[in-house]
C-alpha cells in the first residue's frame, strides 16, 4: 500500500511569505506528527495529532506556525511570516493508534526561505 | 528535562568490520526507545525498538540493540557491516504517556570503507 506522501518536496519562498505544507497519511492511521529537521541535526517534534485534534503542539515554536487536520486525515502545516530560520525539511509521519505504535515517516518536504 | 544523545557525529567502518552506535537517554522513567535510519533521499525508516522485557532486541537488516537501564544506554550493533549500511542513524525516545511524541539524537553519520 501507499506510504505517507508529502507535497511538494520542495519549496522556495521569500521572507515574509506564508506557505502550506501538505501530509497524506497511511489510510487508517489516527495519529499523525509533524517533525523539522535543520541540517545536520535529528528531527524536533512540532505536533500531534489524534485524529481531528492537536493533542499535542507544544513544539510550535511560536504563534507563526499553525496546522490543521479537518477530517482526520490530510494535515496541513501553515507557516506565517517566513523568516530564515524556518528553513528546515518538515517530516510527517504517521500511526495507527499514537502511543508507542510505529511511526511511519515521509519523504519530507524540503523548505528554503530566501 | 528529556533528551537523547548521540555522543558520535561521524563513524568509519571497514566493510566486514563490526559496529556499534551509542545513544544515551535522559527521562524521568524508562522511555520507549526507537533507533531509526535515514539514507539520502529516503525517508526515515525503523529499525528496532525497545519497550520492555528482553533488552537485547532484534531488529531489521542484522541490526540489534541492547538496553542497559544502569547506564541509561541503548547502543546499536551489528556484526558484520555491509557497504549499503552507510547512512545517517537516528536513536530516539518516547515517554509512555506522550501520545508517541519522538525525542531525536542529533544522529550519527556512518560511512562503509571498502
Known amino acids: 500500500g501507499a506510504g505517507v506522501s508529502q507535497t511538494p518536496s520542495n519549496k522556495v519562498t521569500e521572507k515574509g511569505k506564508y506557505v502550506e505544507l501538505r501530509c497524506d497519511p497511511i489510510?487508517?492511521?489516527?495519529?499523525l506528527y509533524w517533525y523539522r529537521q535543520s541540517l545536520g541535526q535529528g528531527p524536533e517534534f512540532l505536533i500531534y495529532f489524534q485524529g481531528t485534534g492537536a493533542a499535542d503542539d507544544s513544539g510550535l515554536p511560536n504563534d507563526r506556525f499553525f496546522a490543521v487536520r479537518p477530517e482526520g486525515s490530510v494535515s496541513t502545516l501553515k507557516i506565517q511570516r517566513t523568516e530564515r530560520g524556518d528553513s528546515a525539511v518538515y517530516l510527517c509521519a504517521s500511526s495507527s493508534a499514537g502511543g508507542y505504535n510505529e511511526q511511519f515517516f515521509g519523504p519530507g518536504t524540503r523548505l528554503t526561505v530566501l | 528535562a528529556q533528551s537523547v544523545t548521540q555522543p558520535d557525529i561521524h563513524i568509519t567502518v571497514s566493510e566486514g568490520a563490526s559496529l556499534e552506535l551509542r545513544c544515551n537517554y535522559s527521562?524521568?522513567?524508562?522511555?520507549?526507545l526507537f533507533w531509526y535510519v535515514q539514507s539520502p533521499g529516503q525517508g526515515l525508516q525503523l529499525l528496532l525498538k525497545?519497550?520492555?522485557?528482553?533488552?537485547l532486541v532484534q531488529g531489521i537488516k542484522g541490526f540489534e540493540a541492547e538496553f542497559k537501564r544502569s547506564q541509561s544506554s541503548f547502543n546499536l550493533r551489528k556484526p558484520s557491516v555491509h557497504w549499503s549500511d552507510a547512512a545517517e542513524y537516528f536513536c530516539a525516545a518516547a515517554a509512555y504517556n506522550q501520545g508517541g511524541k519522538l525525542i531525536f539524537g542529533q544522529g550519527t553519520e556512518l560511512s562503509v570503507k571498502p
Open positions: 525497545y519497550f520492555s522485557g528482553d533488552t
Open positions: 489510510s487508517g492511521h489516527t495519529a
Open positions: 527521562y524521568g522513567a524508562t522511555p520507549y
